[in-house]
């Protein structure tokens, strides 16, 4: 279904954090990271509330992968 809603509202930056969510509790932490990514890009410095989660999440997903200084970059966010 989110894929779906990427599809047809490409802009709407929520649908591809909640993709994003989806990802995390999988488990796929590079994926999930491309899609926080592309919530960040689609808000382009609007600040909205599940912003900070975003960078939350990110910093989880490089801890689990092992990258900690980028896990430690994106909690500064």
């Known amino acids: 279904m989110l894929a779906k809603a990427i599809e047809s509202s ?4 929520f649908n591809y954090y909640n993709m994003g ?3 995390f509790s999988r488990g796929k932490y590079r994926e ?5 990514d592309k919530t960040i890009e689609k808000l382009n ?3 909205v509330s599940y912003l900070p989660f975003c960078y939350s999440f990110k910093s989880s997903c490089y801890c689990s992968l ?3 200084n980028e896990a430690v970059e994106q909690a500064k966010e």
Do not use: D, K
């Open 10 to 13: 490409p802009e709407n930056s």
């Open 21 to 23: 969510l989806q990802l």
């Open 32 to 36: 999930s990271i491309e899609y926080f």
């Open 45 to 47: 410095g609007r600040q």
């Open 66 to 68: 092992g990258q900690h």
